[in-house]
């Protein structure tokens, strides 16, 4: 059975604190001049208003095409000499809540099956995203996933506001979805063109790295729904990241 490429470019995140598990979260492999990275949210990793302070990550890994149900847990320590090993991005606004690690390829199980975006996957300067487009978040909300066969979901999005332009003076866009705490640091797609040249075995646009919910502080909760809305930093800060 034929398995969609989308689905293994994301991998579930999982926090320690040494053998003490904290949070699940998400992330997707990003793949740049035969060098591998793991992205997320920089939150996932450190994140002081919470007092959430992992010293390693596991990442789920499937190491059998024949048989998605057999994965590892990848083990991956998030200092070095008390120096945090991840990347993270500031811009005019601030930080950037986008962090990358690389991950030494020899590591990992020869047999690993996964799949990475590229910069090919970005979007250009003169592609145009209209407001309105229909996006995928794919991840692992409240860490629910395919247990048996360790696969993401995917929540449908579309585009919430201008595109290109940074919301409210921040690196990041809107979308329009339903989405939970484990969501942070998914891939946000767009279904490429056929005329684009994305690679065929990952035919998607990677548009953004989902964050965080966007809620307003005067809602009054008795009354008011959730906005539903979300904010997804750029995923051109990957170029950075990457360098």
Known sequence: MMIESLLLAATRVLTFEQQRPLTNASGF????????????????????????????IEIEMHIEAANMARSIGFSIPLYLDGKGIWRQGLDTAGAIDVAVIEIERAAL????????????????????????????????????????????VVRHAVVASSFGLRFQGQGYFL???????????????????????TPSD??????????????????DHHIDEALGLNCAWYADILLTLTE
């Open 175 to 197: 979308a329009d979805a339903r989405t939970h705490r484990g969501t942070s640091g998914a891939p946000v797609v767009m279904r490429a063109n056929e005329q684009e040249a």
């Open 202 to 219: 990952l035919p998607w646009k990677l548009l953004g790295v989902h964050s965080a919910v966007i809620d307003i502080g005067t809602r």
């Open 109 to 152: 199980p020869e047999t690993a099956i996964y799949r990475a975006f590229t910069p090919h996957h970005l979007n250009g300067p003169l592609d145009q995203v209209l407001v309105g487009t229909s996006l995928l978040i794919v991840g692992f909300p409240l860490g629910f996933h395919d247990t048996l066969h360790h696969m993401p």
């Open 29 to 56: 492999f990003f793949e740049r001049d035969g060098r591998l990275f793991l992205v997320t949210s920089r939150h996932v990793l450190v994140d002081e208003p919470s007092k959430h302070f992992p010293d390693r």
